[in-house]
């Protein structure tokens, strides 16, 4: 078994989608970023690749790099899961929070869990997302952003296909 964990933070832009676990919610904001700014799936990217030691999304995939522009940050998620399973990996569960003032997150988790899991190919009840509000404390309580946090735990399957 290898644990990783990621953290990210984006900060609110008028005029942006508000993309949160692959969904869009309706708000009068979004999450500025070079890519959909996806702060949930960056934060599970990251523990992803941190339980295999290779480093993290910003090194995998450069956000100078027009490629990346505007990306779904799902797309990326595929990518990062097709290198765990090259290495002989397989996901045995995600737990993920987001901590988000406002909008209320509640109605859209179970859609934003069937979105990553079946990006990852895994059932749903491997993907836990939870979502707290700051109680008005600090950036994310004055509504200036998003952070999210995630632990990945993977198994090993056996071979290595690099
Ligand atoms: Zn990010």
């Given at each position: 078994?290898?644990?990783?964990?990621?953290?990210?933070?984006?900060?609110?832009k008028e005029?942006?989608?508000?993309i949160?676990?692959g969904?869009e919610?309706?708000?009068d904001?979004?999450l500025?970023g070079?890519?959909?700014?996806?702060?949930?799936v960056?934060?599970?990217?990251?523990s992803?690749?941190g339980?295999?030691a290779l480093?993290?999304?910003?090194?995998?995939?450069s956000?100078?790099?027009?490629?990346?522009?505007?990306?779904?940050?799902?797309?990326?998620?595929e990518?990062?899961n097709?290198?765990?399973l090259?290495k002989?990996?397989?996901?045995?569960?995600?737990d993920?929070?987001?901590?988000?003032q406002s909008p209320?997150?509640?109605n859209?988790?179970?859609?934003?869990r069937?979105?990553?899991s079946?990006?990852?190919?895994?059932?749903?009840?491997r993907?836990?997302?939870?979502?707290?509000t700051?109680?008005g404390?600090?950036?994310?309580?004055?509504?200036?952003g998003?952070?999210?946090?995630?632990?990945?735990?993977?198994k090993?399957?056996g071979?290595?296909?690099?």
């Amino acid at each position: 078994m290898r644990i990783g964990n990621g953290y990210d933070v984006h900060e609110f832009k008028e005029g942006r989608k508000l993309i949160l676990g692959g969904v869009e919610i309706p708000y009068d904001k979004g999450l500025l970023g070079h890519s959909d700014a996806d702060v949930l799936v960056h934060a599970i990217m990251d523990s992803m690749l941190g339980a295999l030691a290779l480093r993290d999304i910003g090194y995998q995939f450069s956000d100078t790099d027009n490629k990346y522009k505007d990306i779904s940050s799902l797309l990326l998620l595929e990518k990062v899961n097709s290198m765990i399973l090259k290495k002989g990996y397989r996901i045995e569960n995600i737990d993920s929070i987001i901590a988000c003032q406002s909008p209320k997150l509640k109605n859209y988790i179970d859609k934003m869990r069937e979105k990553i899991s079946n990006i990852l190919e895994i059932e749903i009840d491997r993907v836990s997302v939870k979502a707290t509000t700051t109680e008005g404390l600090g950036f994310v309580g004055k509504k200036e952003g998003i952070e999210a946090y995630s632990v990945c735990l993977l198994k090993e399957i056996g071979g290595n296909y690099d």
